[in-house]
C-alpha cells in the first residue's frame, strides 16, 4: 500500500487520483456486463475489485490513463467518421514514444537486428548488397558470442556475457572508470530492473524510498505495486526544478520521524518530467548524502544521451562516485538505461541493463536468483543495448550514416525543446523552465479561479481539466501534472517534444488558439 | 512468505532448500569480499541479505539453481583445460531451452522477423533472393498493423490489435471456438503472465493457490515473491501423473479449514515437469470442480504443440469449458502460452500471451493497468507469438519447407522421449513414465539406503546428490525433483528430452555406466 509520509503531500500528491482512472465499485459475486465476450453476457466471477490485491487498485498510471483511453476513443471517432471532430489527428504527447511519431530508426542498428534475426543471410551473395560491411562485421562477431550461435536459445540470466563485456567497455569509456560484465543485468527495458530493485529492497509499508516529486510515475507505481512507501522530495520549480539537498534531508528526517526506514533514492537525470539535467556538485552532494545516510541511489539514467544546452553535460551517478574516490566499498548505486530514449528510441524493442554496484556478493546472488527466475531478457533486445553501449565507430562503413542519422534527431530535437518551450512561455499564465534534456516540457499553468472551480465542479483535478479540453479541442494528447504529483496547489501539463519538426508550427498554433480560449473563458 | 498447508508437504516438498541456493549469513552493515568489483574490495552496504524482502530469500527456482553453477564452472574448466574431466561436454538437459542445444528455428518465422528488424529490405530487389515470398507478404500485412509502421514504437499495452486478431483467430481456428483479441494480453514469454496473476490474486499470506506437486519451479517461486500460499495436490506417479479430482479436493478442504481463501487452481497442460497430456475427461471434471469451487483456472499451455503419442490430443481448457455450454459468464480462465516450447523453441525471443476470460470489465481494467506500468511486452516477440498461432498454409510458398522442419523437430523429439524413457527404465531401481507431451522426463530413482545416508551425510537431499554425482561424471545436468516437490520420501530427477538425436546413445550409454557405478557404490 502507498503510504506518503508528507501530510502536505498526501493531501494534494495525487488529488486527482479520482479522475486517473476510474474504477468500477463492485460488490463480490456481482453480475457484471461484460464488454470483452465476444456475445455480450453476465459474468460472474469469483474475483472482483473489491477481491483483488488492493495494492493493485491503489497503483496508478498516469501517462496511459484516462487522457488516452479517451484519445483512443476520439481517434476511432475521426476514423469512422472523418471531419466529425474540430482537428484531423490525434497527436499523441503523452509519452516518450519517438518512432510512433515518426522518428526513423537508426539504420545500422537495425541491420544488424534484421542479420541476427536470420542468420543465414550472413551467408548470402545479396546480402552485401543490402546490408553495409560494418553491421554484417558486427553480427558475426555478436553469432560468435552466443553459446552454440543460438539466437533463440534463452542466454545467461544476466545477459549474454560478451554483450556484457561490450556494454561495460561502453560504460567505461563513457566514464572514464572501468565497469565489469559481471555488474550487468540485461533487462527488458528498464521499467523491469526498476521492480526487481523495488522488489528486493521493500518488505512492508514502514520501508520508503524518496524519490523526487514530480517524478516519473514508474516509481510511485512500482513502490505501491511492493508495498512501500514513497518518500517524496520536492524540485525547486523556481531553480529550473532544483535537487536541493535540505529538501531531500528534511523529507528523510520526516519519515524516519514516523518510523519509516528508508532504503534508497531515487534520481532522474536527466529528469523525467521536468527536463533538468543535474550540475557535477549537486551530484556530488547527492552521493556525500546517499553514503553518510546510508541509501542505495537508484539513478534513473535514460536520458543519459539526450542533452540539448551547451552548459550541461551528462555525467553518471558512477562516474561522480568514482571521481570522488569512492568505489565498490564505499556506495551501492544501481544505474537504469534503456535503449528505449536516447537519438534511437526503440521503446518496442524492451532493451535495457541495469548496472549493479556496492552490493555484497550474497545480495547481489539473491538479485540473480529473482532474474533467473524470468529466465533472461529478450535477445534481440539485449543485442540493441550493447550496439547502443557501443555503436559505430570512425572509420566503420556505417560510421558516416550512423553519425548523421544520430546528430540529426538530436539537434532537431533541441529545436523541438526550445520552440515549444518559447510557445508555453508566451502563453497568458502559463511559465515554462527549459528542458535540457529528456523528452519533455513541464510547464506551470497558474489557472484562475473560474477553471478550478469549473474542474472540481465536474470533481476533475484542475490540470486533468485542462487537458481533458485541449485533447477535445486540438487533438493533442498531453499528461495532467497530477499523474506526476506537483506542489500542492500547483497545476501543470507534462508534454513531450517528439511530434516531428514539421509539425510543431501547427502544434503551437492550435495551442496557443485554445489556451486563448480557455483562458477568455475562464479568466477571474 | 510462502506457506505450505499440507504438514507432510512442509516437512519435505522443498527439503533440499539448504542445497539448491546457498545463502550466505551476513550481519547488518558486514564488511564483504566482494567478487564483483574488478578489484577485490570489501563491500559496506546498507543493504545485507537480512534486511532484504524476506519473500526473495524464500524464493527457489532449482532450474537455473546450484547445479547449474556447478555445471557452469565445469565447462569453464573444460574451457581452460581440455582432458582434465571425466568427460568433453556438458550437456544442458536441466532446462527447455531447444536452440541451445542445436534445434534450428523455423526459417519462415525468422525470415519474417529478419524483415521487420529493417523494413526498408521490403523495398530491395535482391531482397526475393533471400526470403520466400509469402514472409514477404507476412511482413508487409503485418507492417500495415502498425500505426505509423512503426515496428520501433512502444505498442498498445495489450500487444498491437492487429496480432492480437491474428491469435485469436488461431485460437479459435484450433478451438473451433470464438476467441477475443480484447482477451489477448501479449506477454514477454509466459512467465510476465503468470506473475501478473499471482499479484491479481494473492493479497496476503492467506490467499492460496492450488498447484500441482510436481509443479514448475515459476509457479512455487511466483507465489512466494507475491507473498501468497502454496495449496499442494499431488499428481498420481502410479497412474502417468493422474490428476485426481478427489486429491484436489481433499487439499482445498484442508486448506480452508487452516483459513487460507484459496483463489485458483494452477494446472500444467501438457505436464512440466511429469510430461502427461490430460485426458478429456478429466479436463471436463477439473472445470465443474472451478465454477463450483469458485476457483480462477490457471491453465499453462505452453506445450500445446509437444505431443508424442497417437491416443492423446491437446486440448484448451478454453475449448473444453465451452463445449461444455460454459461460457465467459461461468468461469474464469486464463490460458498461457508462449514462443519458447512447441516446435519452434524460440526461447529468447521472450514472446507469449494470455488470453484471459471470464474476468468482470473492472478486473480486467486493473490487470490492463498493471501491463501498462510496463508499457508493452517486446515487438519481436509479439509478432513471433502471431506467427507461431497463425503459420503458414496450405499453398503459400513455405509451407512445405515449414511443415518438413516442424514435423522433423516434433518426431525427433518423440523418438527421443521414447529412447530416454527405455533407457531410464533400464536402470536398476529407476521407474519412468511415459512422456507423452512437453519436453522432460520425470524418472523416479529408488535410492538405496546407503546412498540416502551418504546424502544426509553430507547435508543435500538425495536426489540433489544423484544429480551432482551424475553431472561430475558425465558431464550431464539435470534437476533434482525437490525442485519441483514430490511425495515426501520419493526422489526423482527432471530431464529434458532436447539434446539433438545423434547425441541420444551417447548420452543413454554415459547414463547407464554412471548408474551402475553408483549402485554398486550404494547399493543395500
Not at 147 to 168: C, E, F, V
Not at 340 to 362: I, N, Q
Not at 410 to 424: I, P, T, Y
Request: hydrophobic share 35%; charged share 20%.
Amino acid at each position: 500500500m502507498l503510504r506518503l509520509v508528507s501530510d502536505r503531500a498526501k493531501r494534494l500528491l495525487f488529488s486527482s487520483s479520482s479522475s486517473v482512472l476510474t474504477i468500477t465499485s463492485t460488490s463480490a459475486r456481482m453480475r457484471f456486463f461484460s464488454s470483452s465476450s465476444t456475445d455480450k453476457t453476465t459474468i460472474t466471477s469469483p474475483v472482483t475489485v473489491e477481491t483483488i490485491n488492493p495494492k493493485i487498485v491503489k497503483c496508478e498510471y498516469a501517462v496511459r490513463g484516462e487522457i488516452v483511453t479517451h484519445a483512443q476513443r476520439l481517434q476511432q471517432e475521426l476514423q469512422e467518421k472523418p471531419g466529425s471532430l474540430p482537428f484531423d489527428e490525434i497527436l499523441y504527447c503523452n509519452i516518450g514514444n519517438p518512432q510512433s511519431l515518426g522518428q526513423q530508426p537508426i539504420t545500422f542498428f537495425r541491420e544488424v537486428l534484421s542479420l541476427l534475426n536470420h542468420p543465414p543471410l550472413l551467408d548470402g551473395s545479396e546480402t552485401h548488397a543490402l546490408f553495409s560491411s560494418d553491421s554484417v562485421e558486427r553480427a558475426f562477431n555478436i553469432l560468435e558470442m552466443i553459446p552454440g550461435r543460438a539466437t533463440g536459445a534463452y542466454s545467461h540470466s544476466q545477459g549474454i556475457k560478451g554483450l556484457r563485456d561490450d556494454i561495460a567497455s561502453g560504460i567505461a569509456a563513457r566514464d572514464g572508470f572501468s565497469a565489469n560484465a559481471e555488474d550487468i543485468f540485461l533487462t527488458d527495458g528498464a521499467s523491469p530492473g526498476v521492480h526487481m530493485m523495488m522488489q528486493l529492497l521493500i518488505r512492508s509499508e514502514n520501508d520508503g524510498i524518496l524519490c523526487p516529486i514530480p517524478q516519473y510515475p514508474l516509481y510511485s507505481a512500482s513502490i505501491t505495486l511492493h508495498g512501500g512507501t514513497l518518500v517524496p522530495y520536492y524540485l525547486d520549480e523556481a531553480t529550473g526544478w532544483g535537487l536541493e539537498i535540505s529538501e531531500v534531508k528534511k523529507q528523510l528526517d520526516d519519515a524516519r520521524s514516523k518510523g519509516i526506514t528508508v532504503r534508497a533514492l531515487v534520481v532522474i537525470n536527466p529528469g523525467n518530467p521536468t527536463g533538468q539535467v543535474l550540475a557535477e556538485d549537486n551530484q556530488k552532494e547527492i552521493v556525500e548524502f546517499c553514503i553518510k545516510e546510508g541509501l542505495v541511489l537508484l539513478a534513473d539514467e535514460v536520458y543519459q544521451e539526450n542533452i540539448y544546452v551547451d552548459n550541461k553535460k551528462f555525467n553518471s551517478f558512477k562516474k561522480i562516485s568514482r571521481s570522488m574516490g569512492y568505489g565498490d566499498e564505499d556506495i551501492s548505486l544501481v544505474s537504469f538505461q534503456s535503449v528505449s530514449k536516447g537519438y534511437h528510441g526503440e521503446c518496442g524493442r524492451r532493451g535495457g541493463y541495469m548496472e549493479v554496484t556496492g552490493f555484497s556478493p550474497a545480495v547481489r546472488e539473491q538479485i540473480y536468483k529473482v532474474a533467473s527466475v524470468n529466465l533472461c531478457s529478450n535477445i534481440p533486445g539485449q543485442i540493441l543495448a550493447s550496439l547502443v553501449m557501443n555503436p559505430p565507430k570512425v572509420g566503420d562503413e556505417s560510421y558516416e550514416s550512423y553519425s548523421a542519422q544520430k546528430d540529426g534527431i538530436l539537434s532537431s530535437l533541441a529545436r523541438r525543446a526550445k520552440s515549444l518551450e518559447d510557445a508555453f512561455n508566451s502563453l497568458e499564465s502559463v511559465t515554462c523552465n527549459k528542458t535540457e534534456g529528456a523528452m519533455y516540457l513541464f510547464p506551470r499553468l497558474h489557472l484562475p479561479e473560474k477553471a478550478i472551480s469549473a474542474a472540481r465542479a465536474v470533481k476533475t483535478a484542475p490540470d486533468a481539466f485542462y487537458a481533458r479540453r485541449l485533447l477535445d479541442a486540438t487533438g493533442i494528447v498531453v499528461v495532467p501534472g497530477s499523474g506526476f504529483g506537483q506542489v500542492p496547489g500547483t497545476w501543470h501539463i507534462r508534454c513531450t517534444i517528439l511530434p516531428q519538426e514539421d509539425k510543431i508550427p501547427g502544434i503551437i498554433t492550435r495551442l496557443k488558439a485554445f489556451h486563448e480560449r480557455f483562458m477568455a473563458e475562464y479568466r477571474d
